[in-house]
């Protein structure tokens, strides 16, 4: 029998955490508790959806722990904590953007589609979390469609980049090292080579990586990563957005070789952060990370509040399908 009251969602979003407590959450290896409980069969499944925002895990649990007791496990104060219909509302609104700084945009609902295909492809999955996240995945798409609210809609790379801009007259002949080539730095990556800008610089921990990169921009000069530290003290803008869970520039590597009469501008979209914040006590270096960047370009304007609200209809409508779904899987 498919029980909703089973059904829960834990993390943590840049909603009820700051930055340095969002590091702070991940640096606990959350994903490694939730995969232990799932492999003692403590609970039945599980899709986790990360991203620079936010780390939540929807869970299927079975009668061996309490959302409470699981929540526990967490060393944070103010850890989100949802279960039933409220995790299905929430999750819903999370698909179609509610949650998001830029509401509306499409970036969520591709990282929730890519979590749970991930969830499928690592056996996690069961057919309660299916049912709901097909759901979730086609109100997101529905909701987008009907309201538009994506249109024109700003990316987190298009901030990013509109970010960088802000602090110079133009960057036509800044030196721009970027580090890292996941989802995230190739967004911006790519923005980048549209502005025609001619001195791009990569890097990343494994260089084949990165040389299928340069075969899609061949503008763009790789750097090997041992040698990160001789391209950074020559950049003028520095992009940090690695997966990696510790500093990838280090105070006591980088200052050695940094150029006391150059100035340093580091853009850290990294969770944890890649850049020692010690750095920027140099007066020729400026940090700033997503935090920042937000604070600067938010987008939440009331027109697009405004259309959350005129479709909001849109997820009564898609829950009381999913109910008929539920109830036809009950009756097999």
């Known amino acids: 029998m498919l029980d909703l009251s089973k059904f829960v969602v834990l993390g943590t979003s840049h909603e009820n955490l700051t930055l340095l407590e969002r590091e702070s959450f991940i640096k606990t290896r959350p994903k490694h508790i939730i995969e232990k409980l799932y492999e003692e069969k403590k609970i039945n499944g599980y899709v986790n959806l990360s991203t620079c925002l936010r780390t939540e895990f929807y869970l299927e649990l079975n009668d061996t722990l309490t959302a409470e007791e699981i929540k526990k496990l967490f060393p944070v104060k103010d850890m989100l904590l949802k279960k039933g219909m409220d995790t299905i509302a929430y999750l819903f609104k999370v ?8 509401k509306g945009e499409d970036q969520i609902l591709a990282q929730v589609k890519n979590s749970f295909a991930e969830s499928l492809e690592d056996k996690h999955g069961t057919k309660l979390l299916n049912i709901i996240f097909n759901k979730a995945i086609e109100l997101g798409k529905k909701f987008r469609t009907e309201s538009m609210i994506a249109h024109n809609a700003l990316s987190l790379e298009a901030i990013s980049l509109k970010f960088i801009k802000s602090k110079f007259e133009n960057i036509e002949d800044k030196n721009i090292f970027i580090l890292g080539i996941g989802e995230l730095a190739q967004d911006v990556l790519g923005l980048l080579v549209k502005e025609n800008l001619k001195h791009i610089y990569i890097t990343n921990r494994t260089y084949h990586t990165a040389e299928e990169l340069k075969k899609k921009y061949d503008t763009v000069n790789l750097v090997d990563y041992k040698h990160k530290y001789d391209s950074i003290k020559d950049a003028d803008i520095i992009i940090a957005a690695t997966s990696a869970p510790h500093i990838v520039v280090e105070y006591n590597k ?10 340093y501008l580091f853009l850290d979209l990294a969770v944890p952060r890649d850049v020692d914040e010690r750095i920027g006590n140099f007066e020729n270096v400026k940090i700033y990370n997503l935090d920042d960047v937000w604070d600067v370009y938010n987008q939440n304007s009331l027109n697009r509040d405004k259309l959350l609200e005129d479709y909001s209809y849109l997820i009564d409508e898609q829950i009381e399908k999913l109910n008929k779904s539920l109830s036809y899987y009950e009756k097999e």
């Open 95 to 102: 698909s179609c953007g509610f949650y998001s700084v830029i």
């Open 254 to 263: 980088f200052i050695p070789k940094m150029r006391e009469n150059k100035q």
